[in-house]
């Protein structure tokens, strides 16, 4: 692996690291990951933004953009306008939800009806689809007037607020459709439905049934009430939709010292379960862990659904394991194992990947159904020398054993995250989405940060990790022939987060493959989230924390390989108090979705006195989280 010495940004980075390893460097490039003498070819030919930070959203000269749905906005036609003071739980069960995140877009065909099956799945159209959207947590501050900023001020919430609460988290599924006037709202399709806290679910996998899923509700274990902190997800080619259960522990509240199993305590305080905690347990009671106490055990899972069949029944897949899902992203090869890739969002933990027992069989939908239900996990140890293992978590396999705790298979799943780290897993700076370029067919790891850092390693670089990273990983193999089911496989930096020119070595962003290319003062961004990958396979980053850096969140896009590999271009920006989530392309590439979560969440700005209104800018409105349609004025692809 060469150094290429005469590149100040790979000489930056090897500093950093100390010079000692090959796999830390962006010198580098693993097998058909990136091809360093493609042509210079730039597919990414849109006028870059600036760096800045006010009120409103910001694109490059030719794009427009469309608010297609915000929080409280109708799904059915015989919902009035949103008036937030007039706000109930029923009415929000009927209305886009809260602070949207993922996004999936699931295209239908001219034909298709609620009737029709899976007929549609395998559909191109990028003109009319269902746009499946997560709602990740609420803000009673910036959603109903009189609540302070200060979050232990919330603790009060009226039973009527949580009920509300309640109902603008989880998912929402909407017809949309191109016409005249650009994307609508179909608010009269049967499809349109609200998936909520509420919602009734099944639990499959090896973890049903488990007595540690037991309640007083629900003593069979396997039946569940709602879905929360629903942040990233995933689509299958046979068309379901995958949304992640994240930061679940923030809505349960209890000492979990007063609980009688040990096992228990241990496992609630990994998820930040305290007394101290929203009171959410006052007026619903399952979410308080005195009275149960296995409540918790039913949220951090990934959840299925199928989105054009609205009288189906959503269900959690314990065959992914139990932790603060980021998401889950899907390798599908016919022939062969499915593989999904996920990372566990929070400080030293996780990046995870799940093969299937079955196979992938293109022509048959009820089989692939059940390829989530039964297969292995695994965790990954990333080596200095550029090698990494995937770990199994199966119980009886080495330490994962009743001597240590392990009862069974529901044990090891319920517990993923202590399993993983008795296996010897490599402690991360926060994985957020983990996902396969088509292009290339290597996986990317989005690290976000991680300021309780302290010891480095060379797959997490710098202690108090404030800026992020990514990592690349390559399966054995060659482009479009990789085998993602190895226990083995190859990995390197990509690039570190922040600014090139930082003074701190151990601070500055490190970009780019070769010298003379570089990029602009507007390129270099910091806390790296959500990514997506566009038709010609470059990569679109989307971010959450750059605030802090002194500019918004917003979208950044790069090539993956080739001279222009890893050398971003600043795409969008958010207004101020908001990150951007989900990118997520139409099969034509000519329009992107992002939603734009929390605009506003700034210190001191509340409901009645918000620092601004985006996006409607009405002094009879909130600030509203909202999803965005953005396409090209020439109609052409979006980036190019």
């Given at each position: 692996?060469?150094?290429h010495?005469?590149?100040?940004?790979?000489?930056?980075?090897?500093?950093?690291?100390?010079?000692?390893t090959?796999?830390?460097?962006?010198?580098?490039l693993?097998?058909?990951?990136?091809?360093?003498?493609?042509?210079?070819?730039?597919?990414?030919?849109?006028?870059?933004?600036?760096?800045?930070?006010?009120?409103q959203?910001?694109?490059?000269?030719?794009?427009?953009?469309?608010?297609?749905?915000?929080?409280?906005d109708?799904?059915?036609?015989?919902?009035?306008?949103?008036?937030?003071?007039?706000?109930?739980?029923?009415?929000?069960?009927?209305r886009?939800g809260?602070?949207?995140?993922?996004?999936?877009?699931?295209p239908?065909?001219?034909?298709?009806?609620?009737?029709?099956g899976?007929r549609?799945?395998?559909?191109?159209?990028?003109?009319?689809?269902?746009?499946?959207?997560?709602?990740?947590?609420?803000q009673?501050?910036?959603?109903?007037?009189?609540y302070?900023?200060?979050?232990?001020?919330?603790?009060?919430?009226?039973?009527?607020h949580?009920a509300?609460?309640?109902?603008?988290c989880?998912?929402?599924?909407?017809?949309?459709?191109?016409g005249?006037?650009?994307w609508?709202?179909?608010?009269?399709?049967p499809?349109?439905?609200?998936?909520?806290?509420?919602?009734?679910?099944e639990i499959?996998g090896?973890?049903?049934?488990?007595?540690?899923?037991?309640?007083?509700?629900?003593?069979?274990?396997?039946q569940?009430?709602?879905?929360?902190g629903?942040?990233?997800?995933?689509?299958?080619?046979?068309?379901?939709?995958?949304?992640?259960?994240?930061g679940?522990?923030?809505?349960?509240?209890?000492?979990p010292?007063?609980?009688?199993?040990?096992?228990e305590?241990?496992?609630h305080?990994?998820?930040?379960?305290?007394a101290?905690?929203?009171?959410?347990?006052?007026h619903?009671?399952?979410f308080?862990?005195?009275?149960?106490?296995?409540?918790?055990?039913?949220?951090?899972w990934?959840?299925?659904?199928?989105?054009?069949?609205?009288?189906?029944?959503?269900?959690?897949?314990?065959?992914?394991?139990?932790?603060?899902h980021?998401g889950f992203?899907?390798v599908?090869?016919?022939g062969q194992?499915?593989?999904?890739?996920?990372?566990d969002?929070?400080?030293?933990?996780?990046?995870?990947?799940y093969?299937?027992?079955?196979r992938?069989?293109?022509?048959?939908p009820?089989?692939?159904?059940?390829?989530?239900?039964?297969g292995?996990?695994?965790?990954?140890r990333?080596a200095?020398?550029?090698?990494g293992?995937?770990l199994?978590?199966?119980?009886?396999l080495?330490p994962?054993?009743t001597?240590?705790?392990?009862?069974?298979?529901?044990?090891?799943?319920?517990d993923?995250?202590?399993?993983?780290?008795?296996?010897g897993?490599?402690p991360?700076?926060?994985?957020?989405?983990?996902?396969?370029?088509?292009?290339?067919?290597?996986?990317?790891?989005?690290?976000?940060?991680?300021?309780?850092?302290?010891?480095?390693?060379?797959?997490?670089?710098?202690a108090?990790?404030?800026?992020?990273?990514?990592?690349?990983i390559?399966?054995?193999?060659?482009?479009?022939?990789?085998?993602?089911?190895?226990?083995?496989?190859?990995?390197?930096?990509?690039?570190?987060g922040?600014?090139?020119?930082?003074?701190?070595?151990?601070?500055?962003g490190a970009?780019?493959?070769q010298?003379p290319?570089?990029?602009?003062?507007?390129?270099?961004?910091?806390?790296?989230d959500?990514?997506?990958?566009?038709r010609?396979?470059?990569m679109w980053?989307?971010?959450?924390?750059?605030?802090?850096?002194?500019?918004h969140?917003?979208?950044?896009?790069?090539?993956?390989e080739g001279?222009?590999?890893?050398?971003?271009?600043?795409?969008?920006?958010c207004?101020?108090?908001?990150?951007?989530?989900g990118?997520?392309?139409?099969?034509?590439g000519?329009?992107?979705?992002?939603?734009?979560?929390?605009?506003a969440d700034?210190?001191?700005?509340?409901y009645?006195?918000?620092?601004?209104?985006?996006?409607?800018?009405?002094?009879?409105?909130p600030?509203?989280?909202s999803?965005?349609?953005?396409?090209?004025?020439?109609?052409?692809?979006?980036?190019?």
């Amino acid at each position: 692996m060469s150094e290429h010495p005469k590149n100040p940004a790979r000489r930056s980075l090897f500093k950093i690291l100390g010079g000692a390893t090959a796999a830390g460097t962006l010198g580098s490039l693993l097998p058909g990951c990136g091809k360093e003498d493609k042509p210079a070819r730039d597919t990414l030919t849109f006028s870059e933004i600036p760096h800045g930070l006010d009120h409103q959203h910001h694109l490059p000269p030719g794009y427009q953009s469309t608010v297609l749905l915000s929080w409280g906005d109708p799904l059915h036609e015989e919902e009035t306008a949103f008036q937030p003071e007039e706000l109930d739980a029923d009415g929000q069960t009927r209305r886009f939800g809260y602070n949207n995140d993922f996004i999936a877009f699931m295209p239908l065909t001219a034909e298709s009806s609620s009737t029709q099956g899976h007929r549609h799945m395998q559909s191109e159209n990028s003109e009319r689809g269902l746009l499946c959207v997560n709602h990740e947590y609420t803000q009673p501050h910036l959603m109903f007037s009189g609540y302070s900023d200060d979050y232990s001020a919330t603790r009060e919430v009226s039973a009527e607020h949580v009920a509300i609460e309640q109902a603008a988290c989880g998912h929402s599924i909407v017809e949309i459709k191109q016409g005249a006037q650009g994307w609508q709202v179909v608010a009269d399709s049967p499809y349109n439905r609200r998936i909520t806290a509420t919602t009734a679910m099944e639990i499959i996998g090896p973890a049903a049934g488990d007595k540690r899923l037991q309640t007083q509700r629900d003593p069979s274990g396997t039946q569940v009430l709602g879905t929360l902190g629903n942040c990233a997800g995933g689509k299958t080619p046979w068309g379901t939709v995958l949304i992640a259960e994240e930061g679940f522990g923030a809505a349960f509240q209890g000492d979990p010292q007063k609980l009688a199993d040990a096992r228990e305590i241990d496992n609630h305080q990994r998820f930040g379960i305290t007394a101290e905690n929203r009171n959410w347990g006052d007026h619903d009671r399952r979410f308080d862990i005195q009275v149960e106490p296995n409540e918790p055990n039913r949220f951090g899972w990934m959840v299925e659904f199928d989105p054009y069949n609205p009288q189906s029944k959503p269900r959690k897949l314990t065959s992914l394991g139990r932790f603060e899902h980021e998401g889950f992203t899907l390798v599908c090869k016919p022939g062969q194992p499915l593989v999904a890739y996920g990372g566990d969002d929070d400080e030293h933990q996780f990046v995870y990947r799940y093969v299937s027992q079955g196979r992938y069989q293109p022509e048959d939908p009820a089989a692939n159904r059940q390829l989530l239900t039964a297969g292995t996990l695994y965790a990954a140890r990333f080596a200095d020398d550029g090698s990494g293992e995937w770990l199994p978590l199966v119980h009886g396999l080495g330490p994962l054993n009743t001597e240590n705790g392990f009862r069974n298979q529901a044990d090891v799943m319920i517990d993923a995250r202590r399993a993983a780290a008795m296996l010897g897993a490599t402690p991360m700076d926060r994985p957020e989405d983990v996902e396969t370029n088509p292009h290339n067919d290597c996986t990317y790891v989005m690290l976000t940060k991680n300021k309780q850092r302290s010891d480095t390693d060379s797959a997490n670089p710098r202690a108090r990790n404030t800026a992020g990273h990514v990592l690349e990983i390559a399966p054995p193999g060659e482009n479009g022939n990789r085998d993602h089911t190895s226990s083995h496989f190859q990995w390197q930096q990509f690039l570190l987060g922040g600014n090139p020119n930082a003074e701190n070595p151990a601070e500055r962003g490190a970009y780019g493959q070769q010298s003379p290319y570089a990029i602009s003062a507007h390129g270099w961004f910091a806390n790296p989230d959500n990514v997506a990958f566009d038709r010609n396979g470059n990569m679109w980053i989307a971010t959450d924390g750059c605030e802090r850096f002194g500019f918004h969140d917003g979208l950044w896009a790069m090539a993956t390989e080739g001279p222009l590999r890893a050398a971003p271009k600043h795409f969008f920006g958010c207004p101020q108090g908001a990150e951007v989530c989900g990118p997520e392309f139409t099969p034509d590439g000519k329009t992107l979705f992002v939603a734009v979560q929390h605009p506003a969440d700034s210190r001191n700005s509340t409901y009645d006195q918000p620092l601004h209104r985006w996006p409607d800018n009405n002094p009879l409105l909130p600030p509203r989280p909202s999803v965005l349609a953005i396409y090209r004025e020439d109609k052409q692809i979006v980036g190019s």
